[in-house]
Nanobody, 115 residues
Framework: QVQLVESGGGLVQPGGSLRLSCEASGFTFKNYAMRWYRQAPGKERERVAVISSTGGNTDYADSVKGRFTISRDNAKNTVYLQMNSLKPEDTAVYYC????????WGKGTLVTVSS
């Protein structure tokens, strides 16, 4: 069965950096685009970034363009989200996801940006 396990979240000061990882199993990772979403308290879940199956194409939410970078390692079945110049408004639970007929989600990792 599909499993997505996020890690790398934590508490960071404004302006700092974090790298999130999502390890995938239960499907042929290299065949699927991968997505990062986030959900802040009291807000709807929003898509942050998406990367194509080969890694050749990426897309970002306007709110994170120029600060976040999505990447993947198909040999390790892992997708990453490098987050730089973090702001308090980036505080959220971050989830990775695939669409395989339906959406599959991990349990998420909490990122808190605060001084």
């Amino acid at each position: 069965q599909v499993q997505l396990v996020e890690s790398g979240g934590g508490l960071v000061q404004p302006g700092g950096s974090l790298r999130l990882s999502c390890e995938a199993s239960g499907f042929t990772f290299k065949n699927y685009a991968m997505r990062w979403y986030r959900q802040a308290p009291g807000k709807e879940r929003e898509r942050v970034a998406v990367i194509s199956s080969t890694g050749g194409n990426t897309d970002y939410a306007d709110s994170v363009k120029g600060r976040f970078t999505i990447s993947r390692d198909n040999a390790k079945n892992t997708v990453y989200l490098q987050m730089n110049s973090l702001k308090p408004e980036d505080t959220a639970v971050y989830y990775c996801s695939i669409i395989r007929t339906v959406y599959y989600w991990g349990k998420g990792t909490l990122v808190t940006v605060s001084s």
